[in-house]
């Protein structure tokens, strides 16, 4: 039987090391349950260790218009934030531990909302540091892990079991690493894991997909359903790609790696509800059709672009009305580019879910303002939600281009790179937007704005996705194009004012510089020459600090949190 398929049974939990032995071993190993060092670390009394960045984030309330709801449609968004919900109590896991230990030990209300936002003890926006007294260090793989876990010692058994990870590309994708009575390493697949509550949340998605009135979307909550008690997502992926009028979503599983910073292999739950913005939605419908052209014409070698999106994909906009899990923690997604399955998106391409209200706030609340403290006051006329929009919008759409498997028989990109794979992937589909958008306004396909506002509103955006921190692989990649393009003179400082300029031609070639240099380094799997370029370039130099700081002068917040809820939506 293969691994995959004993996953599927969930008969059997296997040691790490008798997998060496034995990869067709059916022999149950009991996990220990690991304490994560931060749980053991916790006491009855937490104090803040400074209070001066409990006030970062900006409230935002989570609505959108129902009225063309049906009441069984209304019944349905309430059962998916149900849903929602054991995704949040399931990333609180994987993030930390017991949630409820951590907040009742901490007295200060301020404190206790702050670690409610953090999904723990650490702030995300600031490097993860802790926050709360006695609190050590986050550890790299979370609580993914054993806490007194190695490094070299996972190394060395995915060294020896290469054909076991290569016959099933998702089996560290979907399991927890703990230790059994004995001291060894075991996996734990999440279906068994999470058994109870992700039976929970399975039927609040059977019950929704009886409230559904599209056919297929009521399949796809089935087969969705299923997967989250199964750990076989690939069929509720194709299904979700085949879905192109219902007007609600869910985005729910466990979905990205970014909490895995140790492998980045180990993926977290979360969930999006949202209700579809039609008339937006039309308006980018077109765009999709150019993958394959936009593909052709990237700034490098042709190996380096052989693999040919798929076609049959969508940009859609959205109200998003609530967030769960990974999704909630920290800084607030604003766009989602799914499935992650490179199978699925080299057959069907990929969709683009475009966040437009959490975009409308963190536009109103932190670009603008960003922009009248940093950018030259003749070129502020350049910042405008549109391009805020369409470099956000395809941002997501440059995932789908470059390669998902390397040049040099290095295995998939995304593993051949490790725990660098998020942030060059990150940095690679920000630049690689605003090369689209240059392409697509130079073939008269953009015609709203002028390329300028997408310039002068990217640079802004390099502003506001810094302050996320060196934890954050899009505040990493954000680093490193800062600076990328402060050696190119892609901007200027005035250093009078303070305030940064455009220079609207060294831009564009250092855009097409960066973006060979990222799509070569993916190609090649080069994890060597991608940590260079992370811990050379993903640094904030005392200059940017010093503007970064002028930033929180201004008591401009970092980034939002929300309101949200059945109750504010006015369902049950």
């Not at 691994?3 to 090391?17: D, E, I, M, R, S």
């Not at 004012?497 to 190609?523: C, P, W």
């Not at 991608?530 to 993903?538: F, I, P, S, V």
Request: net charge negative; proline share 3%; charged share 25%.
């Amino acid at each position: 039987m293969k691994f995959n398929q004993l996953l599927l049974a969930g008969a059997v939990t296997f040691t790490l090391a008798a997998c060496q032995q034995a990869n067709d071993s059916d022999a149950k190993a009991e996990p220990a349950q690991a304490k994560p060092a931060s749980v053991a670390k916790a006491s009855a009394a937490l104090q803040p260790t400074s209070s001066e960045r409990f006030d970062i984030y900006a409230e935002f309330t989570l609505t959108s218009d129902l009225s063309h709801l049906s009441d069984k449609q209304k019944q349905m968004v309430a059962k998916l934030i149900d849903a929602s919900t054991v995704m949040d109590k399931l990333f609180w896991q994987q993030a930390y531990g017991d949630k409820a230990h951590l907040l009742n030990s901490i007295a200060d209300p301020k404190a206790r909302r702050f670690a409610d936002i953090n999904y723990g003890p650490w702030d995300r926006l600031d490097g993860d540091k802790p926050f709360l007294s006695t609190i050590e260090e986050k550890p790299l793989g979370a609580a993914f892990y054993p806490a007194d876990m190695t490094k070299d010692e996972y190394e060395q058994w995915r060294k020896a079991n290469q054909m076991l990870i290569a016959a099933d590309p998702f089996l560290e994708s979907y399991t927890m690493v703990e230790r059994d009575k004995d001291g060894k390493l075991v996996l734990v697949p999440y279906h068994q894991k999470f058994a109870s509550d992700l039976a929970i949340a399975a039927q609040y998605l059977r019950e929704a997909a009886e409230l559904a009135e599209n056919q297929e979307f009521a399949n796809y909550l089935k087969m969705r359903a299923d997967a989250i008690t199964s750990n076989q997502y690939q069929a509720s992926d194709f299904a979700w790609m085949d879905m192109k009028t219902n007007p609600v979503e869910v985005v729910i599983g466990p979905i990205e790696n970014y909490e895995d910073q140790l492998f980045g292999y180990r993926t977290a739950y979360e969930s999006y509800v949202l209700i579809k913005d039609l008339a937006w939605s039309e308006r980018l419908a077109k765009f999709a059709q150019f993958l394959p052209e936009l593909q052709r014409g990237l700034p490098v070698d042709d190996a380096y672009k052989a693999e040919m999106p798929g076609t049959d994909a969508d940009l859609n906009a959205y109200d998003v009305v609530y967030y769960a899990g990974h999704s909630n923690a920290g800084s607030k997604t604003i766009a989602i580019n799914l499935p992650n399955d490179e199978a699925v998106q080299l057959a069907k391409g990929t969709r683009r879910l475009q966040l437009k209200n959490a975009m409308q706030a963190k536009f109103d609340k932190i670009l603008v303002p960003i922009s009248e403290q940093l950018i030259a006051a003749d070129q502020r006329q350049y910042i405008t939600f549109d391009a805020f929009f369409a470099n956000t919008m395809f941002h997501e759409v440059a995932h789908g281009l470059g390669i998902k498997n390397t040049i040099n028989d290095n295995g998939m990109v995304r593993t051949a790179l490790k725990e660098t794979a998020s942030a060059l992937e990150e940095g690679k589909a920000d630049i690689l937007g605003l090369y689209m958008i240059t392409e697509l306004f130079n073939k008269g396909e953009i015609k709203e704005g002028q390329l300028m506002d997408n310039y002068v509103t990217f640079l802004a955006g390099i502003f506001r996705s810094v302050r996320f921190g060196a934890s954050s692989a899009h505040g990493k990649a954000n680093m490193v194009r800062f600076n990328y393009f402060k050696e190119k003179g892609a901007f200027s400082r005035d250093e009078k004012t303070g305030h940064y300029r455009v220079n609207f031609e060294k831009m564009t070639t250092a855009m097409n510089d960066l973006s060979n240099l990222l799509l070569t380094i993916q190609g090649d799997g080069d994890y060597a020459k991608a940590k260079t370029l992370l811990d050379e370039k993903g640094q904030i130099s005392a200059q940017l600090q010093q503007d970064l700081d002028t930033l929180t002068k201004a008591n401009i917040p970092v980034d939002i949190t929300f309101n949200q809820g059945k109750a504010i939506l006015g369902i049950q």
